[in-house]
């Protein structure tokens, strides 16, 4: 675990500006008040939860497993096996919210994934920490921020480099950042999975950590 940095070495994921006190834990998940089979129900469900806390953003959902996949046919597996063990950290916010990248950086890769609920704009960032390379993906962007960039472009802590896309931005859902770390990413280039079988669950959760271990909130 040398490869995670000391909290104090972070930049906050979204600046200074926004305090720990703000953010409050969500959970996305269907039940008898909200059905999640549309955005309108997403967004109440994770807005009631935000208001009952007295917070003004909500985070949660690493490795939570989610029905709400079940609205969409670009989470179905090759068998009768759904996704649904959701890899990343989601932040919930206003679409238009900076996001800083929390160390040094390399663009490692960007693209659009266009399907349906799927990413939208996205930025793969690579990290070095003691010697070892780690990634840190950001899906459901705002399309400009794809614009202007190139694999290879060097950032430095603290560069406010991506932004909350909006819904025809960033796959068709409620504004929120998706943070996931990756460990191994292979081949992959501008995308990796954010949401997996369950019986990938063990595999995935080795390779991709917990995103809290890169995220700082400020004080």
Not at 117 to 122: L, R, V, W
Request: glycine share 10%; charged share 25%; proline share 6%.
């Amino acid at each position: 675990m040398n490869w995670i940095p000391p909290k104090d070495a972070l930049f906050p994921l979204l600046g200074h500006d926004i305090k720990k006190h703000e953010f409050v834990p969500v959970v996305v998940q269907e039940n008898e008040r909200y059905s999640m089979q549309t955005n309108e129900d997403l967004a109440a469900c994770i807005e009631d939860q935000i208001k009952s806390q007295e917070g003004q953003w909500g985070y949660g959902g690493y490795l939570e497993e989610r029905n709400i996949y079940r609205r969409s046919a670009h989470f179905d597996g090759s068998d009768d096996e759904v996704r649904s063990i959701h890899l990343g950290l989601d932040i919930w916010g206003p679409a238009g919210t900076r996001v800083f990248t929390p160390m040094t950086a390399v663009i490692h890769s960007f693209q659009y994934n266009a399907d349906p609920f799927d990413y939208g704009a996205t930025i793969i960032l690579e990290h070095e920490w003691n010697g070892v390379f780690f990634y840190s993906l950001y899906g459901h962007l705002s399309r400009e921020d794809l614009k202007g960039i190139k694999v290879g472009d060097q950032l430095e802590k603290g560069s406010p480099f991506c932004h909350f896309g909006s819904e025809e931005d960033n796959g068709g859902w409620v504004p929120h950042l998706h943070f996931q770390l990756i460990l191994e990413i292979g081949t992959y280039k501008g995308d990796y999975p954010g949401v997996v079988k369950p019986s990938e669950k063990e595999y995935y959760a080795n390779n991709c950590p917990d995103p809290s271990l890169l995220w700082r909130t400020h004080e």
